[in-house]
């Protein structure tokens, strides 16, 4: 099992910025892939960005230049820095961790972009 937990969500006012964080714990050798994904009210949940032990990284369109995702100087942590946050980027944040039998996510942070 992994267990994970984000921090770091709030309110924003457009065009700021917010770093979010997470930390797992357990079995997290088993970890291949560590990423973020939202779910804005009434739309599906979207991947926003998900980077690879070895160092791969891919983002969604909407995200790329404006957010940064990236592992801590310790193994269990993963950071999520987003600048130039826009109203649209308003959703519930999951971290998540894959490894080859399922995975694993957190209980969500809210972020809220709004004047």
């Known amino acids: 099992q992994v267990q994970l937990v984000e921090s770091g969500g709030g309110l924003v006012q457009p065009g700021g910025s917010l770093r979010l964080s997470c930390a797992a714990s357990?079995?997290?050798?088993?970890?291949?892939?560590r990423g973020w994904y939202r779910q804005a009210p009434g739309k599906q949940r979207e991947l926003v960005g998900v980077?690879?032990?070895?160092?791969?990284?891919n983002y969604a369109d909407s995200v790329k230049g404006r957010f940064t995702i990236s592992r801590g100087d310790t193994e269990n942590m993963v950071y999520l820095q987003m600048n130039n946050l826009k109203p649209e980027d308003t959703a519930v944040y999951y971290c998540?961790?894959?490894?080859?039998?399922?995975?694993?996510w957190g209980q969500g942070t809210q972020v809220t972009v709004s004047s």
């Open positions: 980077i690879s032990n070895d160092g791969n990284i």
């Open positions: 998540n961790s894959k490894t080859r039998a399922r995975d694993f």
């Open positions: 357990g079995m997290i050798f088993s970890i291949y892939a």
